[in-house]
């Protein structure tokens, strides 16, 4: 009878164990489950925040209030030939050939390299403005077409200007390491 007892403690005792640790595996797996899912709301919440982000800017560039119109007396400059590693500098003159006051609300480069400045106050009817964009050529080669955009209270609202010419490669410069490389050929003979 106390065998039997006995066994029937151990069965118990061995049914609460794996209970236990059924228990304690599927806390485990909730718990991973639940990290899954915050995972995933947290890269959905990171894109409606990006999908928001844009929205605003997009918005941000459409004009409001009155518009007008502005005329440049060159939309394009050819700075030529440059080394590599110069920086060009050119001033762009428009008027505000509207009846309202012009308002440039952003001014942006095609990279890095391109900087625009713009006047931050209305221009009046009539009245002349500059932009002055400079183009950095370190690390560029080549036929360059750098673009800015400026957005204004004008119809369409953005307007280009450009700067263009050649960046001559920095003779100095240490050649760089191709990944496609001839590599040399070893024979074997046999």
């Known amino acids: 009878m106390k065998k039997l007892i006995y066994s029937g403690m151990m069965i118990l ?3 609460v164990f794996m209970t236990s640790c059924a228990d304690e595996a599927k806390t485990a797996a909730d718990k991973v489950a639940g990290a899954a899912n915050t995972a995933v709301d947290a890269t959905k919440d990171a894109a409606n925040a990006t999908a928001n982000a844009a929205k605003k800017a ?3 560039v459409v004009p409001t209030g009155p518009l007008t119109t502005m005329e440049f007396s060159e939309s394009t400059f050819d700075f030529g030939t440059v080394d590599e590693g110069e920086k060009v500098s050119h001033t ?3 008027t505000n050939t509207g009846k309202e006051p012009l308002i440039i609300s ?3 480069g095609s ?3 391109t900087v625009p400045q713009w006047p ?3 221009i009046a009817p009539g009245a002349k403005g500059e932009v002055t964009v400079e183009f950095n050529s370190k690390n560029k080669k080549g036929k360059r077409n750098q673009k800015v955009t400026l957005t204004a209270n004008t119809e369409p609202a ?3 200007i450009y700067l263009t010419g050649e960046v001559t490669p920095d003779p100095n410069a240490a050649p760089k390491a191709t990944p496609n490389a001839a590599q040399p050929k070893i024979q074997v003979n046999q």
């Open 13 to 15: 005792s061995l049914a």
């Open 58 to 60: 997009a918005d941000a």
């Open 92 to 94: 762009y003159s428009f």
């Open 106 to 108: 952003n001014a942006k």
């Open 111 to 113: 990279c890095g390299c």
């Open 120 to 122: 931050k106050e209305p």
């Open 158 to 160: 953005q307007s280009f």
